[in-house]
């Protein structure tokens, strides 16, 4: 049925008055503009109007309830309506909603920001608040050129990243991860930056097999960074797993060998922690997988349990030292937002880390870890089936194109919420990113629904 603005009178459905979901679908085509959502299909098509959430289940407008298999875009870790979360912000939004920290600050900006400097790595004790990935990404890009323009060296202003990499949607992030079918449009306006080849065992360059890797795909990152260092500010990664580029999880040696390479060159090295950080990979964070502290780490999405929209630069002394002014230059940080560092979402983040902590939540994941990698790999032998892959809760598989690619994709999507579990393709790559704290009956509901999908659209 078609729900696009020029219907006119409200259609009968099957006979009938449309009921309170279909009302609610056209009026969401009627005024909504949705995200990574092409508009033509969406307006044909029924989705799901979610009103309530809990745990690892949504529950949409109709009363049907979807096994949350995504964290609702990564962030979920904690599940929905975590008690202790809602709870914080109940008590939070009824003290203090916003305060300015420019100049001043306030309360919960300051206990969180103690614990963060607790769980991070090595010596990240200096955090800057921005709202959501991309601004904590922003922010960080600019303390990279900053840095080397306090210490007298303005012509280190250049980035590298990876190959599809993805680190936000803003123009300067879309420069960092430049990728044809998000960012053509915009081309025209990009800073792009200097690019090494991804880690991409999918699909590897150099037709290396997991057990035989010697990772020659960081030749190219090497050769980029020695080459650039004169002009180099910074290198930014997303650390084990490039997510919108297709789940492309890869080994934690290439991070080990980056930091060496950076330390050497005199280059700052980023990590971009939005959707791996706080125990996706089964550690607090992914740079612990390569035992290595990197110059600035940026981490969102679940630092809240993704409650609510708030993200973070996490940096050095080293870095941080290099803005203190003296009597002839100023080295202020000029750069922020009206709720950098926000109260509510502070209490919530506070009440997060708290759970993380205190519900063992990264024991949990490993158990997850286990049932996953096991899965996946099975699945492996699924005829049409390219490749798959698992660390911690990530997990994805992609589908060849002799199979269909990503139509057949969308379509294993299609079914697999039909049978009660919500998940998103990348193209040809399915995965299951579930909350951290599912339990061991949900996971195994998950997967069951998982594998029943695949083989009714590849068999």
């Known amino acids: 049925m078609f729900y ?16 309170r979901t279909d009302i609610l679908r056209r009026k969401d085509i009627n005024h909504f503009w949705h995200p990574y959502t092409d508009i033509n299909s ?3 098509r029924e989705f799901p109007v979610i009103e309530h959430a809990e745990g690892v289940y949504l529950e949409d407008t109709a009363g049907n309830r979807l096994l949350d298999g995504i964290s609702s875009w990564w962030c979920m870790n904690l599940g929905h309506s975590h008690p202790d979360i809602v709870d914080a912000i109940r008590k939070q939004s009824g003290r203090l909603q916003n305060s300015i920290t420019a100049g001043m600050s306030h309360t919960e900006v300051i206990r969180l920001s103690e614990k963060i400097a607790d769980i991070a790595p090595g ?4 955090v800057y608040y921005a709202s959501d990935g991309a601004c904590s990404v922003e922010a960080a890009m600019r303390i990279s050129l900053q840095y080397w323009w306090n210490l007298d060296r303005p012509e280190k202003r250049r980035m590298i990243s990876l190959s599809g990499g993805y680190h936000g949607d803003t123009l300067g992030c879309a420069g960092l991860g430049y990728i044809s079918g998000f ?13 090494a080849d991804s880690p991409h065992c999918f699909h590897c360059i150099y037709s290396c097999n997991p057990e035989d890797c010697g990772m020659e795909c960081f030749a190219s990152m090497e050769k980029a960074v020695i080459e650039n260092c004169g002009a180099a500010a910074a290198v930014i990664v997303e650390p084990v797993c490039q997510g919108a580029a297709g789940m492309r999880i890869y080994p934690p040696l290439y991070l080990s060998r980056l930091k060496k390479l950076c330390d050497e060159n005199e280059v700052l090295l980023i990590l971009d922690e939005i959707a791996v950080g706080f125990g996706r990979t ?4 992914a740079s612990e997988l390569a035992e290595i502290v990197p110059d600035m780490m940026c981490i969102g999405k679940g630092l809240t349990g993704g409650s609510l929209p708030m993200s973070a630069v996490v940096a050095s002394e080293e870095v941080y030292d290099a803005f203190r002014s003296d009597s002839q230059i100023d080295r202020t940080f000029y750069h922020g937002h009206t709720f950098c560092g926000n109260p509510i979402a502070a209490a919530a983040a506070c009440a997060a880390i708290d759970v993380y902590e205190r519900d063992n939540v990264l024991g949990n994941v490993e158990i997850l870890a286990k049932m996953l990698l096991e899965a996946f790999g099975k699945y492996r032998d699924i005829p049409g089936i390219h490749g798959s892959t698992a660390l911690g809760c990530m997990s994805a598989l992609e589908i060849s194109e002799e199979s269909g690619g990503a139509s057949t994709a969308l379509e294993i999507a299609d079914t697999a919420r039909r049978k009660g579990l919500f998940i998103r393709p990348l193209g040809p790559v399915l995965y299951l990113w579930p909350p951290l704290v599912t339990a061991n009956n949900e996971m195994a509901k998950m997967l069951q629904i998982f594998e029943d999908s695949l083989i009714e659209n590849l068999s």
């Open 282 to 285: 089964g550690r607090m964070f």
């Open 42 to 44: 969406f307006e044909r």
């Open 123 to 126: 010596n990240l004790s200096r």
């Open 4 to 19: 696009g603005k020029n219907v006119g009178v409200v259609p009968e459905h099957h006979g009938a008055i449309m009921n």
């Open 183 to 195: 960012h053509k449009p915009v081309e025209h306006v990009l800073n792009r930056s200097i690019t």
